[in-house]
């Protein structure tokens, strides 16, 4: 089957320890776009944040950024698909975060309105809003935020083990049809909609928008919240700095990002 679609995650993916795409990797895309193969992005991140790798790799379809969340197109600013977090829900993760296990362990990022708002702006928050080039709003108490749905939440500490401590507890007390949970990086843990993954976001791109089979899409990503993607694509790439299972569940492992994995990619299959 023909690949009529490509679609890519940024970090560790498109995006390594510079945070830029490289000449060999752009190329590559370029390639695949002038075979009339578009591609798109599909990124964890805030939809802010991914713009301008979505204008760098000059892709003519909607962004998916926050795991699917949100589906929107840079340039006719329509929103083809947005799946808040309940408010409520959103204010039992806040109590959790904030009893005396927690509290002083992570940096608590909400997301509304494509705005990150935090209790406090802590060393953990820095780093990433330094790498995400987005600008971060202390409130004190995030309750004030919750007059408006948040589209993602996110749990940061330098200390992964505590991260997977916390996605262990979380998944135990909510089920999967009650609240998505997963990583983008170790130390990162990320809360949305039930309904939201890259999975679901991809299908609904490919198919909905584009009219596709998943036979003929090709994703790539490097961690379990590409997971749902891979599964989903004809054609499925973990990078080489990939988890064990994540790479498992690829037809293909590439180079790492630094080695320029995705052009790796692209040169096997398209």
Not at 195 to 211: D, H, I, M, T
Request: proline content about 5%; some cysteine.
């Amino acid at each position: 089957m023909t690949i009529k679609l490509l679609v890519l995650d940024i970090d560790g993916t498109i995006a390594g320890k510079s945070n830029q795409i490289s000449e060999a990797v752009k190329d590559a895309i370029r390639k695949v776009a002038a075979q009339s193969i578009p591609v798109a992005i599909a990124t964890g991140r805030m939809y802010r944040s991914a713009l301008r790798f979505h204008r760098e790799i000059d892709s003519p379809l909607p962004l998916i950024c926050y795991q699917g969340a949100l589906i929107k197109d840079p340039k006719s600013d329509r929103v083809y698909r947005h799946t808040p977090l309940c408010p409520d829900l959103a204010r039992e993760l806040l109590d959790r975060f904030e009893t005396p296990q927690w509290r002083d362990r992570l940096s608590v990022h909400f997301y509304i309105d494509d705005r990150l708002y935090v209790r406090e702006l802590t060393p953990e928050t820095q780093s990433y809003v330094q790498r995400s080039k987005m600008e971060a709003i202390a409130v004190g108490d995030l309750r004030s935020t919750l007059d408006t749905a948040p589209t993602k939440i996110l749990a940061l500490s330098h200390d992964t083990v505590a991260i997977e401590a916390l996605l262990g507890e979380i998944r135990r007390r909510y089920t999967q049809q009650q609240l998505y949970t997963t990583t983008s990086v170790a130390s990162f843990f990320e809360a949305a909609h039930p309904e939201v993954n890259k999975g679901a976001a991809v299908q609904y791109l490919a198919e909905a928008c584009l009219g596709l089979r998943p036979e003929q899409v090709m994703a790539v990503g490097d961690n379990w919240n590409d997971l749902e993607m891979l599964k989903y694509a004809g054609v499925s790439v973990a990078m080489g700095d990939a988890p064990e299972a994540v790479k498992a569940a690829a037809d293909w492992v590439a180079p790492s990002v630094e080695a320029d994995g995705v052009a790796a990619a692209i040169e096997r299959f398209l």
